[in-house]
């Protein structure tokens, strides 16, 4: 299964202009579903932190507790385990001039363990060290208490239960250096598979 996502950026002086990643999704798998909260297609849209990106300005970040943090709900069969392998571009590069480009952190963090709500989804969620894009871990429904019993092998009588999983994406753009304006873009691939181990 993979998850695609594309970045757009348009840098400018003096107006508000688009900064920010659009997300888009394509799963090859019945057995998984990837939803997001935030929409159809929602985004990672810097101007919500600041309307306007000029040459020479600072950095401009997202956390994770922020609103504008793009949260996607992924549904699974229980007991799978989920692997997440991430590749993110270092900078936005201008469209029309490939030696300029905008530095960019992607920071992403998991919570596996079907959170009451969005708040505590991301205060229990774990971070990946910034850099580090690749992590593995179980889909479960339960947040605490006894493992659950492992999967039982799927057959005609038998549908295996599904749980959820959360993946949350924030990061950082910029610092701003001296940059001719225009469009900045870049893409980020994601590719979730399980491995069910029957």
């Known amino acids: 299964m993979l998850l695609g996502i594309g970045l757009f950026l348009v840098l400018g002086v003096g107006t508000g202009f688009a900064q920010r990643i659009s997300f888009n999704t394509w799963t090859g798998s019945d057995d998984i579903t990837i939803l997001s909260p935030q929409g159809a297609?929602?985004?990672?849209?810097?101007?919500?932190?600041?309307?306007?990106?000029?040459?020479?300005?600072?950095?401009?970040?997202i956390d994770l507790v922020d609103n504008q943090a793009v949260i996607y709900e992924i549904e699974a069969p229980e007991g799978f385990d989920l692997t997440v392998d991430i590749s993110s571009p270092s900078g936005f590069i201008l469209t029309d001039n490939p030696t300029e480009s905008i530095p960019f952190l992607l920071k992403v963090a998991y919570n596996n363990v079907s959170p009451l709500d969005e708040i505590s989804g991301k205060l229990g969620s774990v971070e990946l060290p910034a850099g580090f894009y690749s992590i593995t871990f179980p889909v479960s429904r339960?947040?605490?208490?006894?493992?659950t019993a492992p999967p039982s092998p799927e057959?005609?009588?038998?549908?295996?239960?599904?749980?959820?999983?959360y993946l949350y994406f924030y990061g950082t753009l910029g610092p701003i250096g001296m940059v001719p304006a225009g469009r900045y873009e870049g893409e980020i691939n994601i590719n979730v598979s399980f491995t069910s181990y029957d």
């Open 142 to 147: 339960r947040s605490s208490g006894a493992p």
């Open 155 to 165: 057959d005609g009588a038998f549908t295996r239960p599904k749980a959820k999983a």
């Open 41 to 61: 297609m929602p985004t990672l849209d810097f101007n919500q932190k600041k309307r306007a990106l000029v040459p020479g300005s600072e950095a401009v970040t």
